[in-house]
């Protein structure tokens, strides 16, 4: 069946970076778009980033803007987050969900992605 599981999490100290792979299987992930979320203890579920099945379009959180970059590799069925200059408050479990034509105008909306990961915890602290 349809699977997404996310991998790379871990504990960095802040400014530091670590890189999230999202590997699918069980579908074509070229006909998805590609989102990843985020969850701290306590918090709402916020949209991290999200991107389009060809790569073209590509969205962030004003919070994370400018620090990390996602990308895929369709061959490989894998998207990666790569987080730079992270911050204590970049802690929380990181979610990537697949979904059709997600990465629009409301591509927060968890609705939107049909598959989920188990989510991957990232620790940043010094």
């Known amino acids: 069946q349809s699977q997404l599981v996310e991998s790379g999490g871990g504990l960095a100290q802040p400014g530091r970076s670590l890189r999230l792979s999202c590997a699918a299987s069980?579908?074509?992930?070229?006909?998805?778009?590609i989102a990843w979320f985020r969850q701290a203890p306590g918090k709402e579920r916020e949209g991290v980033s999200c991107i389009s099945k060809s790569g073209g379009i590509t969205k962030y959180a004003d919070s994370v803007k400018f620090r990390f970059t996602i990308s895929r590799d369709n061959a490989k069925n894998t998207v990666f987050l790569q987080m730079n200059s992270l911050k204590p408050e970049d802690t929380a479990v990181y979610y990537c969900?697949?979904?059709?034509?997600?990465?629009?105008?409301?591509?927060?909306?968890?609705?939107?992605?049909?598959?989920w990961g188990q989510g991957t915890q990232v620790t940043v602290s010094s």
């Open positions: 069980g579908f074509t992930s070229d006909y998805y778009d």
């Open positions: 969900a697949a979904g059709r034509n997600s990465c629009g105008f409301v591509w927060v909306s968890g609705a939107r992605y049909a598959y």
